[in-house]
Nanobody, 116 residues
């Protein structure tokens, strides 16, 4: 089993920044491709960013490119999402995810609200 726990969400004004964290336990973290998803109220869950196990490869959805940065620290079993220049449309519950040991694993999510 892999447990994922997100933190760092909150209320921020448009143009502000937040840094989300996701810590993992169980399995061999450095081998996990890690993803951040988000789900806004009434909408489908969507992939925001992903990062390879060694952190050398990343990918982002177009709407967050240049504003969000995904990173990881394998010594801490952690993956991060630095979010800058936040917009109201970034408001959502953010989840980290990985597929490991033959199963998909999700955290409980952390709420990000961008509002003035």
């Amino acid at each position: 089993q892999v447990q994922l726990v997100e933190s760092g969400g909150g209320l921020v004004q448009p143009g502000g920044s937040l840094r989300l964290s996701c810590t993992a336990s169980g399995g061999t973290f450095r081998t996990f491709l890690m993803r951040w998803y988000r789900q806004a109220a009434g909408k489908e869950r969507e992939l925001v960013a992903l990062i390879s196990g060694d952190g050398t490869s990343t990918n982002y959805r177009d709407t967050v490119k240049g504003r969000f940065t995904i990173s990881r620290d394998n010594s801490k079993n952690a993956v991060y999402l630095q979010m800058n220049s936040l917009k109201p449309e970034d408001t959502a519950v953010y989840f980290c995810n990985t597929f490991a040991l033959g199963n998909g694993f999700w955290g409980q999510g952390t709420q990000v609200t961008v509002s003035s």
